[in-house]
């Protein structure tokens, strides 16, 4: 049997739905003001009923398609090699001092991609998950989980927006924005007819007001929504990154992580074009590791004298990173999305695509 302290965990978590269900009610609502009263029982001209329609079933189906997958798409849970081995986790729990639990984690971090820090320079460890935190990877406490690339906790999908659904909530973003204006604009001649009692004294009158109302109003906070998220992604930020930037070795990058406006847009959307407008995962990597213009990433292939690369600025000289690994997700994101193995490059004696790099402006 459930101990009663989870059952009322559990009643409280069927609250979070709350939202959702006030977004599914208006949507519902939306459509039957939409079809029924407005194209159906008010419009007369039979191609512009026909188009209308068309053209908002299209819309529709998209946006409670986003919709749908920015809410039920799980938050993947960082790679096993970040959780700490049961050895680990012993050792770690009989030390006291924070120095010497640093430097387990020091040791254990020595062989993966992180390359972020805590702002005091300390690795970023999760002690309710017990892991170290892969690179733009935080704990959500509504979740109880680390979320990776973390954006933030959105009541309205009651769900975390990060690595595994940021697309599909631009997408949702982008589709209910469309979805509002193409309402407001069709709408808006019958709302004026309502004003100068052009409109047949039915319910249906009202139905088309509040539809005006509502969709003109959800347009406007849609748009600041969306230009701000469109502004994140070309910037390769997360609205956390936004509000803190990262903390690398040589100190806080707000833009430790992007890698020109174009690489940016293909790390959340992927490569393939016909993928882009539809809300099917195509993002880049696997959410553990993010390439960095910032780290010479390749113990193989200084690309300096000193082995560090020149980008690298002042080194907080207590917590060097060790050069570790590009794993293959990495190197497809900075390769330009061509195919693994580029022999042009291989030719100038450089396997890491992280050295030949440039920052696109
Ligand atoms: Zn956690
Ligand atoms: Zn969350």
């Not at 004003?195 to 047949?200: F, Q, S, V």
């Amino acid at each position: 049997m459930a101990p009663s302290g989870s059952r009322n965990v559990d009643c409280w978590r069927v609250l979070y739905w709350i939202p959702v269900l006030f977004i599914s009610l208006i949507v519902a609502w939306s459509y039957y003001a939409y079809v029924v009263q407005l194209c159906i029982d008010t419009i007369e001209n039979m191609g512009e009923k026909i188009v209308y329609l068309l053209v908002y079933h299209v819309l529709f189906i998209m946006f409670v398609w986003s919709y749908w997958q920015t809410i039920f798409t799980k938050p993947m849970n960082p790679l096993k090699e970040f959780h700490l081995s049961h050895s680990d986790k012993e050792l770690l729990e009989r030390e006291d001092r924070r120095e010497s639990q640093q430097e387990i984690l020091r040791r254990i971090a020595k062989d993966l991609p992180i390359y972020t820090r805590t702002m005091s320079g300390a690795i970023r460890y999760c002690d309710h998950c017990l892991l170290l935190k892969p690179d733009r990877c935080h704990h959500c406490s509504a979740c109880d989980m680390c979320i990776l690339k973390m954006d933030h906790h959105c009541p309205w999908v009651n769900n975390c927006v990060g690595f595994a659904n940021y697309k599909f909530f631009m997408l949702f973003l982008a589709y209910s924005l469309l979805y509002c204006l193409f309402v407001t604009a069709t709408d808006l001649q019958y709302f004026i007819q309502f004003w100068t009692n052009g409109l047949p004294d039915t319910q249906a009158k009202f139905q088309i007001m509040f539809l005006f109302f509502a969709a003109s109003m959800f347009s406007v906070s849609l748009a600041f929504l969306f230009a701000y998220h469109c502004w994140l992604v070309c910037k390769n930020r997360s609205t956390l990154e936004a509000f803190r930037a990262p903390t690398f070795q040589h100190g806080p990058d707000k833009d430790g992580f992007s890698l020109g406006t174009s690489k940016n847009f293909r790390q959340v959307f992927g490569n393939e074009k016909k993928c882009w407008l539809l809300p099917v995962f195509s993002s880049l990597g696997d959410g553990c590791s993010y390439p960095t213009c910032l780290v010479n990433a390749d113990p193989e292939q200084p690309s300096s004298p000193s082995g560090r690369n020149p980008s690298i600025k002042s080194a907080g000289e207590s917590h060097q990173f060790p050069p570790k690994p590009l794993r293959e997700s990495q190197s497809r994101l900075l390769n330009n999305g061509q195919s693994e193995g580029n022999e042009d490059r291989d030719k100038r004696g450089t396997s890491n695509p992280a050295l030949t790099i440039e920052k696109e402006t």
